[in-house]
Structures are given as C-alpha cells and as structure tokens.
C-alpha cells in the first residue's frame, strides 16, 4: 500500500509540477484527439472515404490507413523537433509543437466531406492528419525529456509516468465526449455534424496548454550542461532500436486494446457504437488506474522487472480475453471486468516506459533519441494496428487476429528487455536516484578515450 500512498507526496520543488502539468496537457490533448479520430472511425469513413460504390469495410480500411500515414511521419517529427530541442531547448520545441497540434487538429472539425468537395476531402484530411504526426513526433520526446529532467530524486518512474497517465486521461477523454454525442444525439445527427464537435473542442484546450508552455523554465539538466557531449552515432542508433523494441508491446497492445476495440467489436463482433464505447472506457479506466502506481513501483524495483511482468501477462491472456469476448453466454459484466484488466495490464509497461527510454539517453541526444525510439516503434505498431487487425480479419476470417497480433509484439519486448544491454549514456541504469551529470560524466570518459566527440552548447 505504500507505493500508492507515495503518489501523493508533496514534491517540495515548484518548478517540477509546473513542467510536469506543463508536459502533461500536451500529451492529453494528443491523444484525445488519436481517441476521438479512432472511435469516430466508422463515422469518418463514411464521411470522407466512402464514396458511392465503395463498402463499408473498404471505408474503414481507407480510415485507418490515413491513421497509419500520421504515425509514419512522427518518426520525421521526432527527429526534426529533437535535434532542435537538443539543440535549443525543450521549452521553445514544446511551445511549437502544441501550437501546430491544436490548429490541425481544430481544423479536422470544420473540413468539407466527401459529398461536399469530393477526393479534396480525404486529401484535406490525411494532411491535417501528417501535420498531427509531424507535431505529435516532437511533442513525446519534448514532454518525457522535461518531466524527466526536473523530477526529483529517486521519482522519474513516477514523473514519467505521468505522460502514460495523460495518454489515459486524453483517451478517456474523447471516449466520454463520443459516450456522451452518441447518447444525446440520434445517429443522423452524430454522422452530419456531431462528430465535429470533439475536434473542436480541442482548441480551447490547446490554447491553454499553450499559456502554460509559455510559462515554463527551461530544465535543469539543458541549462546546467557545461558542453554537448555527443556518444558516437552508431551506439545511439542502437540504443533507439534498443528502446524500440522495448516499447513495441506497449504500442502494439495498447492500440490493441484501447484504441482499436471499439471498431473491432462493431465490425467483427456486431456490437452496437454504445456498447463499444463502453468497453473501451473501462479497457482506458483500467490503463488509467495501473500506470502511476506502476511507474512508481518501477522506481523501487526496476523498469525491466515492472515493463516484462505486463508483456509477459499479454503473451499468456491475449487469446482467452478475445475469446471470452466472442462468447456470447458470458456476461457483460465478465467481459467488462476482462477489458478494464487488459487495459490494467497495459499500464504496467506503459508507466515505467517513458522513464526506462529516457535513461537510455545522455541529455544531448535526449529528446531525439527517445523521441525516435518511441515514434519508430508506434508508427508500426500502433499506427498500423487498425488497419493490419481489420484487413486481417477481413482476408483471414479469424476473430483472434487482434491476440495474436498484441501478444507477438509483446513476445518481442519481453526479449529485448530481458537480454538487451544499453550501449549509450547511463548504459541501462535502474536506480533513479543517478542525475543527468553522472550520465554525462560517463560519456566524457569516453570521449577521451575516443569513443565520441564533445562541443561547446550553442
């Protein structure tokens, strides 16, 4: 019970919630916006890539493949908004990035369909939707590294794993504001305007996200760096493949289970849009209850220990959660509790993740490493979780594709965290109490012994 009572100890430093409310609305309004475009999926294919002729399964496939676009570009996001956070800061990177997600985002809400502007409208949207990508590259990378940087002593487990937390809040979020149109709305209403709404909505909380970017310092660790201590590119490359394959299972079996379900149960399994929906709340509810305590305990115990209990648990439920789904004699509130698990399992690699990608990084190449390690393995993974799960479905027939697909990423990161060894900065340290000088002290050991090269901060 201690590790839940230490959720809430007052954190004396000022400076560290704010980066840490500061980092977190970013995250919120990202993945609300992820949320709504997924649980809308259906709504959106109609609307925008289905023109007459077209089936509705080849709508959705259209659907999810402008989902995937966005997620293949977040790679370039991370690699282009890093290399400037590195460079200038995190604070300036953090203030761009939010103002580029709210207005594209925002602009979803307004955009002409099908029936209005004819191919125009799927191409408007899958450009909003590679600016999201771009925005939302630079936004994770941005957000880890500040909450990371400011945490204290022995709690970057727990400050990282407010990211994870954010990203259940934001696809709680859109989930609620879905629940919450198709409740008052009758279905006519919800496909002409009501699905607009929620992308709406995501301008004043992108305004405001903004004003509290605009008061943040700059961290202690880019600010106090005496030079830029940069490890050689080849053992960086291998860390951010390294960190990939660690954070797969996390992508694959989130998308899986929090995103992804609805459409599959309405698709595969004839469940109606509220009844998704609800399941999806509880699959998020369960995410959301496991991650803080889970980043937490990783602080106490390790990352790795924390991150393969939950790969390892959805290598071994997969398959009998989907099939208990499938079983129409078992009760809704089996299956409810069944969901609001899977979502808990999660947590559990979600919440030591961001800080285990951090500690692979020294604080030079933070924000691009980490920021590449996580978008690489999420544009596979995530990305193209929809669109791989329903054209499988649809060639193969087979109702247990999603399982097998979570529980294959899941074996993979199991392997790569139990046997890969971290080749840059802390070299896979688990104690958090180890501050961004030790880490940089470790790589100028190297550097004079000719293994990297150091340069003045501009």
Known sequence: MKVFSDLFRPVPDRSAVTALIAGSVGNFIEWYEFGVYGYFATVIAARFFTPEGAGAAEGLVRTY???????????????????????????????????????????????????????????????????????????????????????????????????????????????????????????????????????????????????????????????????????????????????????????????TFLVVL??????????????????????????????LPAGLLSDRVGRRPVMVTGAALVVALSVPLFNLLQDAGTSDAVKGAAVFGAGAVVGLMAGPGPAMLSELFPTSVRHTGLGLAYALSNAVFSGCAGLIITRSVQWTGNADIPAYYAAAACAVSVLTLTVGKCPVGQANREDTDAGDRADVRDVVRRDRRGGGRAEPRR
Do not use: C, K
Not at 165 to 176: D, H, I, K, P, S
Not at 185 to 201: E, K
Not at 210 to 219: C, D, F, G, H, S
Not at 262 to 289: H, M
């Open 65 to 255: 493949a402008a989902f995937a676009l966005a997620f293949f570009f977040r790679p370039l996001g991370a690699a282009l908004f890093g290399r400037l956070g590195d460079r200038v800061g995190r604070r300036p990177v953090l203030i761009l990035v939010i103002a580029l997600m709210t207005a594209a985002t925002a602009l979803i809400g307004v955009l002409p369909t099908y029936a209005t502007a004819g191919v125009l409208a799927p191409w408007l949207l899958t450009f909003l939707r590679v600016a999201q990508g771009l925005s939302a590259g630079g936004e994770f990378g941005g957000a880890v590294s500040l909450m990371t940087e400011f945490a204290p002593p022995g709690r970057r487990g727990l400050y990282g794993a407010w990211q994870s937390f954010t990203v259940a809040l934001g696809l709680l979020g859109g989930a609620g504001v879905a629940a919450l149109l198709a409740t008052v709305l009758d279905p006519a209403q919800l496909g002409d305007w009501g699905w607009r709404l929620p992308f709406l909505l995501a301008l004043p909380m992108g305004l405001g996200a903004l004003w509290l970017r605009l008061r943040l310092e700059e961290t202690p660790s880019f600010r106090h760096e005496p030079v830029r201590v940069v490890p050689p590119a080849r053992e960086v490359r291998a860390a951010i493949a390294l960190g990939a394959g660690r954070v797969m299972g996390w992508a694959a079996a989130g998308y």
């Open 262 to 291: 609805p459409s599959y149960l309405q698709s595969t399994l004839g469940a109606s849009f509220r009844q998704a929906l609800l399941a999806t709340v509880l699959a998020n509810a369960g995410f959301a209850v496991a991650v």
